[in-house]
């Protein structure tokens, strides 16, 4: 098939982009390269049903372009730190929401008709219920991040009513695993590589978050597109558990063989949008027979182990 992924270059894309290829597919990565790296897709580098494209979604006659002959587009591209949104306002819009409807469009154009989305979990904003189903009462929204994947994710369901598209709309908590670029495990690691002796930490550490492996997170996508058949499919992704920032704080240092002083900036929120409690519920992607391998603290690990491999990444990231 011919697939496009859009953010193909970046954390999760990379490794999508990957699968893809060694499962035969004629993929094009659509990447604009602003927080994807290039060695992320090494492992396929030189493959003959491999095409990368440096196009930026804003760009929609080029987008459009490079567009052509697709079947299937997974879309990933887009603006994945939640914590700045309100530095810039316009780039979550523009990137998240904008950015979406402009691979709708370009969709449309070229004939393809199916989308995978990734969406987040900070769409359910502060939910009321743990863990937070698919149907929870419609969310307030705390961060402009989830209000402009939240905006994405209702372009998509007009498209499929509209438009005759079919979509799988994935709802992630926070993804760990290889590849890893962003996020309070990065965060963590930096600061400690730079100063072992003190850490600052967002919030009073109490926050109660729930995190995915990324092959984990890639399976479910994988299996729920495969079985899931209705116009637009939505689940949530996660692991049945949660932690405190504060455990992973332990598990980081205890692995890193530190034990630094901790700063708490304080109050229940690391930044205002900060969700203190996000744990979903996944009994919808389970019932197709799906189940994470890793756990929490299982895929911190990893991921730090990751980070200490290849500390490139931190320069390009910094
Ligand atoms: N990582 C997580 O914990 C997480 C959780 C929930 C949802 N998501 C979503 O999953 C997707 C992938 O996230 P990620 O963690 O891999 O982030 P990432 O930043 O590593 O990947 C995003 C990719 O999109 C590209 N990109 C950004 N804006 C673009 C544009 N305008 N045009 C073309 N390319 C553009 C970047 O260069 C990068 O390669 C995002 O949509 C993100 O919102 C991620």
């Not at 491999?50 to 002959?69: F, H, Q, W, Y």
Request: contains cysteine.
């Amino acid at each position: 098939m011919n697939i496009v992924v859009t953010g193909g270059a970046g954390f999760i894309g990379s490794h999508l982009t990957i699968r893809l290829v060694r499962a035969g597919h004629h993929v094009r990565v659509i990447d604009n390269f602003s927080t994807g790296q290039e060695r992320f897709l090494d492992a396929v580098r030189g493959a003959p049903n491999l095409e990368v494209v440096r196009c930026d979604i804003l760009d929609l006659p080029s987008l459009t372009n490079a567009m052509d002959g697709a079947e299937f587009v997974y879309h990933l591209a887009a603006n994945a730190d939640v914590r700045f949104g309100l530095q810039h306002p316009r780039k979550d819009l523009d990137h998240n929401t904008i950015g979406t409807f402009h691979v709708l469009e370009a969709m449309r154009q070229v004939g393809a008709r199916h989308i995978v989305f990734s969406s987040t979990g900070s769409i359910y904003g502060e939910p009321s219920i743990h863990p937070t189903p698919e149907d929870a009462p419609f969310p307030i929204q705390t961060s402009l991040y989830g209000a402009s994947k939240l905006a994405g994710e209702g372009l998509i369901e007009a498209y499929c009513e509209g438009f005759g598209f079919q979509s799988w709309i994935f709802r992630f908590v926070s993804i760990l695993g290889e590849h890893y670029s962003h996020g309070h495990v990065f965060d963590f690691y930096r600061k400690l590589r730079a100063n072992p002796h003190e850490l600052e930490v967002l919030g009073d550490g109490h926050q109660k978050k729930s995190y995915l492996y990324v092959h984990d997170c890639l399976d479910a996508i994988e299996l729920a597109v495969q079985k899931a058949q209705e116009k637009v499919n939505i689940f949530n992704l996660g692991t049945d558990e949660y932690c405190e920032v504060n455990d992973s704080v332990r598990w980081i240092c205890e692995a890193l063989g530190v034990r630094p002083v901790l700063r708490y900036t304080g109050g229940p929120r690391g930044w205002i949008g900060d969700s203190p409690f996000i744990y979903l519920d996944t009994r919808r992607i389970r019932a197709l027979g799906w189940h994470p391998t890793l756990s929490i603290r299982e895929a911190v690990l990893r991921t730090l182990r990751y980070l200490e491999a290849n500390p490139w990444l931190l320069e390009a990231r910094a």
